[in-house]
């Protein structure tokens, strides 16, 4: 069985709207020759504890599709003290959308085997693919040279068509990838509470 999962509804949008309204000084260093801003952010929340020093996001900022099929469901922010900074902000936000696919994972009851593939802007950030591979449970594949995130729609289409096979779409032939595989760590075992959470909380 092969399952094509869209993430969540704002799984880029959210990093781009944080960028656009809260990073002016990453944007600006980037204009003057500096780190791209993402990468800027990154490096700013990269270092900090899973579960974001108990600061929580749902990240329907455009309502949500799969699996809570909602379009009146709103992002939420909440926990925030004044422990926490930007980057703490920004970490949470890479952390929801890492839980939203989870939550999605779930909800098919199903085991999708030793790895998922991820592909899109995302993969851009190896500490936010290891997020994705902590969280979910599953080692990450992601494509060597990057991708859109309709690469699944892409599979997904050449296997019905019979035009790919599911073992020649696992190893990315045909498709002109390679994959890179980044496993589990344990780091996020201590928040999956929050997934639990925020999911109740609906």
């Known amino acids: 069985m092969v399952y094509n999962f869209s ?9 781009k709207w944080f960028r656009d309204n809260f990073a002016g000084l990453e944007v600006e260093a980037q204009k003057n020759g500096g780190d791209n801003a993402y990468v800027a952010l990154g ?9 974001s020093e108990g600061l929580v996001v749902l990240p329907y900022f455009m309502g949500e599709r ?14 925030l003290s004044l422990v926490h900074t930007k980057a703490h902000v920004y970490h949470a936000f890479q952390e929801a959308v ?4 989870r939550h999605s994972i779930e909800m098919t009851g199903e085991d999708l ?6 592909a899109g802007g995302v993969t851009q950030s190896p500490a936010w693919v290891q997020m994705f591979a902590d969280v979910t449970g599953y080692a990450v594949r992601t494509p060597v040279v990057n991708a859109e995130a309709n690469l699944g729609d892409v599979m997904l289409a050449g296997i019905a068509t019979d035009t790919l096979t599911v073992e020649n779409a696992k190893n990315g032939k045909y498709l002109a990838i390679r994959l890179n595989q980044t496993k589990r760590t344990m780091k996020f075992i201590i928040s999956t509470m929050h997934c639990t959470v925020s999911y109740i909380l609906i």
């Open 113 to 118: 085997g030793d790895y998922i593939i991820i």
């Open 43 to 51: 490096k700013e929340s990269d270092n900090l504890p899973a579960g």
């Open 98 to 101: 890492c839980y939203a696919l």
């Open 66 to 79: 799969a699996p809570i099929w909602n379009s009146d469901a709103k992002g939420t922010i909440f926990g």
């Open 7 to 15: 993430g969540s509804a704002t799984a880029g949008a959210i990093t």
